[in-house]
């Protein structure tokens, strides 16, 4: 099985790379590709290309920058079901998953589009007689992405379209877990008309990253994915000067009122916890279920133990496998560890298997009740099918229970009451709340907004503080003299 090329300025180039990582099919462990852990002078040609092409396209007018996006968002709704399709594939989501996913990177190329006006400066005239200062925003240089297994296709398109929309150049480093998807992307994206060395390919594993974070040439850095490799990631591209945003752990909390309405709040808890196999930074791990409401919980543990696990092109299957056998075993591992503390398991999915794909990364939907905070399925993120509940006696101690934790991803709370909503949204320390609304991913015109250990940087992914995080702002302050105005007529509007 040849392995999988890479792309360095528009050409696909066979690695010559001896290292290859196995890609396996999720569902029955099957490997499907090889990727190359690129070598260092490949790393090197890739970030040469990308820094070429900068210097081109950074004069490149900003509406056909915007334009290019235009084509690419076409070009992608058009390919929209097959791109999903190979997520479902490589990375075991269930079709319809497989979907939302790529339309959400869609909504942020739809976003890059808005460009022109997302890079408007800021003007005043007379700061002082005769003297005007305006501001503009300008391109960094070669910006670059460290993306994650869990969407290999919204993350990338988070990532790469506003970088370039800004006028930057893109080196992309997908998971080496799925990578197919952030190709056919990259194919695309070529296909729309980028020119060659805009948006660069490489892959591999630790070492490549390290490459991307210590070379002179990378201007900035963006990442998506764990704790431990979040805080190596920002650390060492700070060290080197560079810009970072990094976005790491979860554990997210949904606080159930008495007074919320009981089937909305079933309902939305069976998808957002266990849906996706709960490989989501913004699933929801956690119940907090306040007074009265916690005679609900066996009810939910019910409606998620009939959540049936299945392939990708099975209409009845609620979420498919985990994404690697080293995953599941790890989820396993915490499963067991919540037994052993002392939490109650209503619902245990460590024993599922599909028959024919036993050797598939499965593991059914699991239920955990009495949870208390000190205990590993609490205090770690599982990524994993699992839900834990937890029941406190008012708001004010689920306020405190969500802002003990290390976490600040994202939140939600379930009411009728809109000064619990209120006073739920203005005291919690968590980035990103919803009300009456389990996942709380913000639209693109907004920005993803983790805080505490699940955010390191300053600013956030897409929306306006992508723009400002992907530029730089010049401030220019002039002065002409009346003396130099020159006389004559001017026959044309031309800008050119």
């Keep these: 099985m040849k392995p999988i090329p890479l792309i360095i300025n528009g050409q696909m180039v066979p690695s010559q790379s001896e290292q290859t990582i196995p890609v396996t099919n999720p569902a029955n462990g099957e490997v499907i590709a090889q990727v190359p852990c690129a070598t260092d002078d490949e790393m090197n040609q890739a970030i040469a290309a990308a820094k070429a092409a900068f210097e081109e396209w950074r004069n490149v007018p900003v509406p056909q920058r915007a334009r290019l996006m235009m084509r690419y968002q076409a070009l992608l709704k058009e390919h ?134 210590n070379h002179e040439d990378i201007q900035a850095v963006s990442f998506v994915g764990s704790v431990p490799v979040g805080q190596h990631i920002y650390k060492t591209a700070t060290d080197n000067m560079k810009r970072a945003q990094c976005f790491a752990g979860a554990k997210n909390h949904s606080v159930i009122m008495p007074d919320a309405n009981k089937d909305q709040v079933l309902n939305n808890l069976v998808g957002s916890s266990v849906g996706a196999a709960g490989q989501r930074c913004m699933a929801i791990s956690v119940a907090v279920f306040v007074g009265e409401s916690q005679e609900w919980i066996d009810e939910l543990a019910d409606k998620i133990g009939q959540v049936k696990p299945g392939l990708w092109d099975d209409k009845d299957a609620g979420f498919g496998p985990l994404i690697s056998d080293k995953a599941k075993q790890r989820v396993l591992k915490l499963i067991q560890s919540g037994k052993e503390q ?16 036993e050797k598939g990364n499965w593991v059914g939907p699991t239920v955990f009740k009495d949870v208390k905070t000190d205990m590993d399925i609490y205090r770690e993120e599982i990524f994993g099918p699992v839900l834990c509940c937890v029941a406190v006696d008012t708001l004010e101690e689920a306020i405190e229970l969500v802002n003990g934790n290390p976490y600040g991803n994202g939140t939600s709370i379930f009411t009728a009451s809109g000064a619990a909503a209120r006073k739920y949204q203005h005291e919690i320390d968590v980035g990103q709340v919803g009300i009456n609304v389990p996942i709380p991913v913000p639209l ?41 105005i020159p006389s004559g007529p001017n026959m044309t509007i031309s800008l050119h």
């Excluded at 399709?85 to 990375?91: D, G, H, N, P, V």
């Excluded at 800021?122 to 007689?129: D, M, Q, S």
């Excluded at 002392?342 to 794909?357: H, N």
């Design 80 to 213: 929209h079901d097959e791109l999903a399709e190979l997520i479902s594939k490589e990375a075991g989501k269930t079709f319809d998953d497989a979907k939302g996913d790529v339309w959400r990177g869609i909504e942020v190329v739809e976003q890059a589009m808005n460009v022109p006006s997302s890079m408007m400066g800021e003007t005043v005239e007379n700061v002082a007689r005769g003297i005007d200062t305006y501001s503009m925003t300008q391109p960094l240089g070669v910006c670059a992405g460290i993306t994650p297994f869990n969407f290999p296709a919204m993350i990338p398109l988070w990532m790469f379209p506003l970088a370039i929309a800004c006028g930057n150049s893109f080196i992309l480093k997908p998971s080496e877990q799925d990578p197919l998807t952030p190709m056919r992307l990259a194919e695309l994206f070529k296909e729309a008309g980028a020119p060659d060395g805009l948006l660069n390919v490489v892959h591999g594993s630790a070492h490549q990253v390290d490459h991307i974070l």
């Design 444 to 484: 693109p015109f907004f920005s993803f907004t983790g805080w505490k250990n699940s955010f390191f940087g300053d600013l956030h992914a897409y929306g306006k503080q992508a723009v400002r995080f992907y530029t730089e702002t010049k401030t220019i302050t002039s002065r002409w003299f009346e003396d130099d």
């Design 342 to 357: 002392g939490a109650t398991c209503l619902v245990d999915g460590s024993e599922f298997s599909l028959p024919g794909y």
